[in-house]
């Protein structure tokens, strides 16, 4: 299996251009900086905003669903671990060495030409209220990694007790799919709007 790492570089070159120009339309109030250095990208900063008055800069890590071009999915997966050569590594919900403030959550992608994005859709996600509202449920890093550890995880969904599968959410496994093999908690993303936690782009 192809790592996606490295499958998705030239996807994601293409996506920015695309979501630039989303920025400059809607965000009138807000100076970005795309960033390209590959430690801060790293440390989940893809982008920068800057407020033109106040001078408040956020930093926006963006995530997108190049793995479903043409479709608009109702959810979206925060990704809580991943394997690595082997090694359980922590994914990017719940590491506190992550910098972001905001997730950018890009969803229905559309190629309506030839290897060019034409459309998609953005949510943006406060990461701090999210966790804090998680963590509220009683849905932290450790309860959900107890389901990972919980004998030998088959690959698919897995209901969370403190969520609602139909409304809000549940645990999806990509043991079979992804050479990452990525432990995801998948999200409505009208759970999260409805909440406060994220609001609609475009």
Not at 41 to 59: A, C, P, S, Y
Not at 144 to 149: A, P, R
């Amino acid at each position: 299996m192809k790592s996606a790492f490295t499958s998705d570089l030239g996807k994601e070159k293409r996506l920015s251009e695309l979501l630039d120009t989303y920025y400059s339309q809607y965000l009138k109030h807000y100076l970005f900086e795309r960033i390209h250095n590959i430690q801060e990208q790293l440390q989940g900063v893809d982008v920068i905003f800057k407020h033109r008055t106040t001078q408040e800069t956020f930093l926006v890590d963006e995530k997108a669903q190049l793995d479903y071009i043409n479709e608009d999915l109702p959810t979206f997966a925060f990704e809580l671990h991943y394997l690595k050569k082997g090694a359980l590594k922590e994914g990017w919900l719940f590491d506190s060495s992550k910098k972001t403030d905001f997730y950018a959550l890009v969803t229905a992608i559309y190629e309506d030409e030839p290897a060019k994005y034409t459309s998609c859709k953005i949510t943006f996600v406060n990461r701090k209220k999210l966790v804090a509202f998680l963590e509220a449920m009683g849905v932290t890093r450790n309860s959900l990694l107890d389901y990972y550890q919980h004998g030998s995880l088959p690959h698919g969904k897995l209901e969370v007790r403190e969520l609602n599968p139909k409304k809000a959410g549940y645990l999806y496994h990509s043991k079979n799919n992804k050479a990452e093999q990525p432990f995801n908690l998948i999200l409505k993303l009208d759970f999260l709007v409805t909440h406060g936690i994220a609001k609609t782009l475009v």
